[in-house]
């Protein structure tokens, strides 16, 4: 199976407004708590935190973490962390839009209270990151499930990055913990690199190649998909080996399923 046979698509980042980059920020400290405990940081790691606001999560994250490294938007929330915050020797916080910003070399954790109109910009920044290790993102709570699989249905997203990461919902937070109040209630979209990828570092891009073509959304089904491109008992058999019915809708494929698609059909 050669890649010219799968056809990538293009990935395009839209321009937000100030509209849709806007923030609702965390009103209770326990919750940040939570929030930060469910991210399990540990003492030796550097955290870095995307939208910071008033550092309702980076307080937390300080008692926590080696370094905590915030990056903000807005010159006011900026200079009030340093005000506030600057005495501590192991926290700096930048002004900058995160998406413009070279991840470290050297092993990091995002954890954040993202803005949920650049959600997914900062979880495709995550996972180009060599050296993440995880990510524990506040996101719309629709956005958190899509992602997770908890709708029965699974992203083209998660599936594309499943050999290398994993992704798992975690706690929900009700809409009215926020100010100012959102219009839907939020969830933690937990990712985590995998310490054992599914598959070798020189199959991925096949592999994403053969996601690409089954999300094309031509054919009305996975297989019919692949019969594109494959001979029609080719495509067939390697399904039934996978488990993936001939009818199975793309999104209702489990990642594990989709691992064993491409497995059978390299074999």
Known sequence: MSRSQFPRAREHRGISDRKALSQNFLRDAHTARAFVDSASVRPGDHVIEVGPGDGMVTRPLLERARRVTAYE?????????????GHHEHFACHQADFRDVAPPHRRFTVVANAPFGITTDIVRWCLRAPALASASLITQLEFARKHTGDYGRWSRLTVAHWPEFHFALGMRIDRREFRPVPQVDAGVLHIGRRSDPLLQKAAVPDYRDL???????????????????????????????AGIGRDQVVGHVPPDRWIALFRALVR
Do not use: M
């Open 73 to 85: 938007k807005d010159r006011h929330f900026v200079e009030r962390l340093r005000s506030r915050l």
């Open 211 to 241: 996601v690409d073509l089954g999300f094309s959304g031509l054919g009305g089904s996975l297989a019919a998909s692949l019969c594109r491109v494959v001979p029609r008992r080719q495509a067939f058999d390697a399904c039934a080996e």
